[in-house]
């Protein structure tokens, strides 16, 4: 991933999509990017009909033209993209048409039927979006993304020291050097619970071996970035990435995702899409491929 020239950001006037475009901000008026800010218009919520009402569509556009407007005064370059349709599948469509290099989009992170409902579309963008995705909670709060502080603090990689992570790598020390901050690389092990009764000495072989390999991946990122450790830990995979972003003091986590569905993405999606639930600070996702 290369520093960000053209960014999307997706808003639907929310506190959390407020945050969104506050960070969007940040990052245009850091590396001088143009700025589209995009609403979907959804049809689900209005009675007998799929089709949202005139007036409706008239006040989104008024809304989107007044956010324009604001970020015009403010010296950026900035256009509005008001589309209808269902807001996940609307988003990754007008990232495919218009190429932006790095999507934003607010995301509540809650739990149960409201996070379902208010959560689910920042999900189903970083599933699918063609591009990078970065997810901001609405208390997020990383001031050199609001154009404040003069560089970043520790960005937080996730490994598994396979070529599909090597993407979230790169982009992650890209980041850092661009915001003149520091890099720790993540691998988290998880041990099946049939295999508890492992002796001390093989469990402690593997984590070594792990830690080699890690090592060796730190090494090479320190050929940019000086500034660059490697983390290594045991547990849940999602619980531990948080962890060590929490104790780090990180601004944020940038991780690959494969993007799959079914059992794959069950079993290979689910550890980003519980990062960027929970996650204290904004994340960062790629496509592996």
């Not at 049809?43 to 989104?60: D, F, H, K, L, N």
């Not at 256009?79 to 609307?90: K, P, S």
Request: charged share 20%.
């Amino acid at each position: 991933m290369k520093a960000p020239t053209r960014i999307l950001v997706a808003t639907d006037f929310s506190a959390a999509s407020e945050r969104a475009l506050k960070t969007a901000i940040g990052l245009a008026t850091r590396f001088g990017a143009s700025i589209t800010v995009t609403h979907v218009v959804e049809g689900a919520p209005y009675p007998y009909s799929a089709t949202p009402p005139p007036w409706v569509v008239e006040s989104a556009k008024a809304h989107l033209d007044a956010a324009v407007a604001t970020l015009e005064a403010d010296g950026l370059n900035a256009w509005g993209v008001l589309r209808q349709g269902l807001a996940w599948r609307e988003i990754c469509s007008a990232a495919a048409e218009l190429s932006p290099d790095l999507v934003v989009v607010g995301t509540q992170g809650r739990h149960g039927l409201p996070r379902f409902v208010l959560g689910s579309v920042a999900e189903l963008v970083v599933r699918q979006s063609p591009v990078p995705v970065l997810t901001v909670h609405p208390a997020d709060d990383v001031p050199v993304l609001g154009g404040v502080a003069d560089r970043i603090g520790p960005i937080v990689a996730p490994t598994d020291l396979s070529e599909a992570s090597q993407r979230g790598i790169d982009a992650a020390a890209t980041l850092a050097l661009a915001l003149r901050g520091s890099l720790t690389l993540v691998y988290v092990y998880e041990v099946p619970s049939y295999a508890y009764y492992i002796l001390d000495d093989i469990a402690t072989e593997a984590e070594a071996t792990i830690r080699r390999s890690l090592d060796e991946a730190v090494a090479r990122v320190r050929s940019r970035l000086p500034d660059v450790e490697g983390v290594v830990r045991s547990g849940t995979p999602w619980r531990g990435i948080i962890d060590v972003a929490n104790e780090r003091g990180a601004n944020m986590i940038v991780l690959s995702t494969h993007g799959r569905r079914g059992l794959d993405h069950a079993l290979l999606g689910s550890v980003a899409e519980k990062v960027v639930r929970l996650s204290p600070v904004p994340v960062l996702t790629l496509r592996s491929k």
